[in-house]
């Protein structure tokens, strides 16, 4: 079992729809979570960090963490065409010394 | 602030030469990261620096791979006698501490001949 796991997609919903990402991680004592979205032919750039069990929201996007269940997700909502990305999570393991771990990403496409 | 710069954002070379990837860290980030990311791929972790501490280099795929750190500034990978396959983007990322977010850099974009 991977340490971060991710749908590769790809998600394709329509303009104005909102995208749901999921991630899943396998380290339970982790405690940062974050999400990075990567244009094609750019870096990573991060969207939000997300600490506490709970929903926090950040103008079109809100994370989603979970830690009982395991799992952080992205909702994008009013999506975009220029969201269309692959989308990052990452979450910070405990184990080893405070890791952070990278999952393969989710790519999204948002259709016009 | 200024953010994570790298250097060159382009290499080409040939097969079995040397090069050196440059990374400057946003000022006061004590952790560094190396990543390789090949074409159409995800993250693939490569070393980390944190303040003093020996650097994790569980990521390194042969012993053609280094990277230093002077202090809690400027990085380099070197990757001696290159092959075909390390053709790829190769990104740096620095971040506060271990368990911060980490802010990444624009990439070196290495293509051996």
């Known amino acids: 079992q991977k340490e971060v796991e991710q749908n590769s997609g790809p998600l394709s919903v329509p303009e104005g729809a909102i995208a749901s990402l999921n991630c899943t991680y396998s380290?339970?004592?982790?405690?940062?979570f974050f999400w990075y979205r990567q244009y094609s032919g750019k870096s990573p750039e991060l969207i939000m960090s997300?600490?506490?069990?709970g929903d926090k929201e950040d103008g079109r996007f809100t994370a989603q963490l979970n830690k009982a269940s395991q799992y952080v997700s992205l909702l994008i909502r009013d999506s975009q065409p220029s969201d269309s990305a692959t989308y990052l999570c990452?979450?910070?393991?405990?184990?080893?010394?405070?890791?952070?771990?990278f999952g393969a990403g989710t790519r999204l496409f948002v259709k016009a | 602030g200024a953010g994570v710069s790298q250097s060159p954002s382009n290499k080409v070379t040939e097969k079995g030469k040397d090069v050196e990837l440059r990374c400057d860290p946003i000022?006061?980030?004590?952790?560094l990261y190396w990543y390789r990311q090949r074409l159409g791929q995800g993250l693939e972790f490569l070393i980390y620096?944190?303040?003093?501490?020996?650097?994790?280099k569980s990521g390194l795929p042969s012993d053609r791979f280094s990277a230093e750190r002077t202090g809690e500034s400027v990085s380099t990978l070197t990757i001696q006698r290159t092959q075909q396959e390390d053709s790829a983007v190769y990104l740096c990322?620095?971040?506060?501490?271990?368990?911060?977010?980490?802010?990444f850099g624009p990439g070196t974009r290495l293509t051996v001949l």
């Open positions: 620096f944190q303040g003093n501490s020996a650097p994790d």
């Open positions: 990452a979450v910070n393991s405990g184990a080893g010394g405070f890791k952070t771990i």
């Open positions: 997300i600490y506490s069990n």
């Open positions: 990322a620095s971040s506060l501490n271990l368990a911060s977010e980490q802010f």
């Open positions: 380290d339970r004592v982790s405690q940062s």
């Open positions: 000022s006061g980030h004590t952790a």
